[in-house]
């Protein structure tokens, strides 16, 4: 009767029976031995061992039982194998689905929502009693000048409404944005984090997949902060 592991494996199209470990043993070099080897070698020993002082019942099982678990660990570790590769490919499937969605990443350049203005971030790297951020046009002209006040290390959320200092409508972008955050007297490190459209996704051979930001660019799957 199959396990509930082999029912798990089964719903990944996995079998217990590797084929590769399978054609690898038909095909096993000299020097290689496995569990037929194994067999052939036991019943020669039994056939020809002395009747006067036959081979010791308790080594007999110890040695099985020894063969077994070494014979359990090459399947297990065949099967671990093909579950590592199985889920690889489901991260990469994955990944693909991340293309039209918006992606948290570090960046400077912002592109508004269609109701105007956008949401960002600031991580800071430690504690700052003035967190500041500054918001610019393509020609480098100040738009929007931000107080988000004292905040402790880590992420620091906020949303501009897309009006400038004087209130008027700031246009259809895209905007430069940049923070500046203190200590007192001392310079805080900080980065700036900006919501972008997943426009493409790249799959590099033996890496992680890399994604494709509208106005950011190539960014590594592992490098976003967040997904909407």
């Not at 959320?157 to 203190?182: I, K, Q």
């Not at 051979?205 to 660019?217: D, F, K, Q, T, Y």
Request: no cysteine; net charge negative.
């Amino acid at each position: 009767m199959a396990t509930s592991f082999d029912s798990t494996l089964a719903s990944l199209g996995i079998s217990r029976t590797n084929p590769t470990a399978t054609a690898a043993a038909s095909s096993k070099g000299v020097g290689q031995m496995d569990q037929s080897d194994f067999i052939a070698l036991m019943t020669a020993q039994m056939k020809n061992q002395d009747p006067f002082d036959p081979v010791d019942n308790t080594q007999m099982v110890a040695q099985m039982a020894q063969f077994s678990s070494l014979a359990g660990i090459s399947e297990m570790s065949s099967t671990l194998k093909a579950i590592s590769e199985k889920l690889g490919a489901t991260s990469s499937s994955d990944a693909l689905s991340f293309v039209g969605k918006t992606a948290l990443s570090e960046g400077s350049v912002a592109y508004p929502r269609t109701s105007g203005g956008f949401a960002g971030a600031i991580e800071l790297d430690g504690a700052a009693t003035a967190v500041n951020v500054t918001i610019s046009n393509a020609n480098g002209e100040v738009l929007k000048s931000v107080n988000l006040g004292a905040h402790a290390a880590g992420t620091v959320n906020y949303d501009w409404d897309g009006t400038t200092d004087s209130g008027t409508p700031a246009g259809d972008g895209p905007f430069t944005v940049t923070a500046n955050a203190r200590d007192g007297g001392k310079t805080v490190g900080s980065r700036t984090l900006v919501w972008a459209p997943v426009t493409s996704v790249s799959l590099p051979a033996g890496s992680e997949p890399v994604l494709n930001l509208a106005g950011i660019g190539a960014v590594k799957a592992s490098a976003v902060r967040s997904f909407a």
